[in-house]
């Protein structure tokens, strides 16, 4: 496995279930992200974990938990979503800190459904 | 707060001409990175140029290249001999220095290569 993996690719989901979607990086990279990305809209950030802390919130509703247990493995935890939190959730990994930044690496992105 | 505007929602090109997609942002920072991400069906977000704001010499990776310009905080992406694998959604992106925690994008451009 190269790059970054996410599982699952698709999700459909009832809005009072449970559910986790899951991010891999097979880069050595330091920090992680949550996007999302709704029609028409651009994407919004949503979580950013850098050294496995998390440095970035942006005012995400509670009903979304990420978690980070290590630099390569990045988790989000969905529980009693409504009708319009239904988008792709990319992920990305980027080497931070160095002199240079050249950019992030994204995954395929989990298309999610509440229904 | 760092703003990246992309004003052409659609765009369309013959295959085999030249298209060019425009980006402005706004930023008092003097150092920063500029971006252009490809977003196939597949999904997935591909780098396809960066730009460093230091360095005036626009950024080139084969049929892409930039038209940086600084003082007017333009970014524009030039695709040169389009192919139609380069049907996508393009993205033009922002970060303000190295430390790489806060990747802002425009709104996108969704380019179709006709035949």
């Known amino acids: 496995e190269t790059g970054v993996t996410q599982t699952p690719r698709h999700l459909v989901m009832g809005m009072t279930n449970k559910k986790s979607l899951k991010c891999e990086q097979h880069l050595g990279h330091n920090a992680m992200y949550w996007y999302k990305q709704s029609a028409k809209k651009p994407l919004e950030l949503m979580f950013v974990y850098s050294l496995e802390e998390r440095v970035e919130n942006n005012s995400v509703p509670s009903r979304f938990s990420p978690e980070c247990p290590n630099s390569s493995h990045l988790f989000l935890h969905l529980h009693t979503l409504q009708p319009e939190d239904s988008a792709l959730y990319l992920c990305?990994?980027?080497?931070?800190?160095?002199?240079?930044?050249?950019?992030?690496?994204f995954g395929s992105g989990t298309r999610l459904t509440v229904v | 707060a760092q703003t990246v505007t992309q004003s052409q929602p659609e765009m369309s090109v013959q295959e085999a001409e030249t298209v060019t997609l425009s980006c402005t942002y706004d930023?008092?920072?003097?150092?920063?990175?500029l971006f252009w991400y490809k977003q196939p069906p597949s999904r997935q977000m591909i780098l396809v140029i960066r730009q460093e704001a230091y360095k005036q010499q626009n950024a080139t990776e084969n049929r892409f290249s930039v038209n940086f310009q600084k003082a007017a905080k333009s970014f524009s992406l030039k695709i040169s001999d389009s192919q139609l694998g380069d049907t996508a959604m393009y993205f033009c992106a922002f970060m303000q220095d190295a430390a790489g925690n806060m990747l802002t994008f425009g709104g996108g451009t969704r380019l179709m290569v006709k035949p």
């Open positions: 930023t008092s920072e003097s150092n920063y990175y």
């Open positions: 990305a990994s980027s080497q931070v800190g160095q002199v240079d930044f050249y950019g992030y690496t």
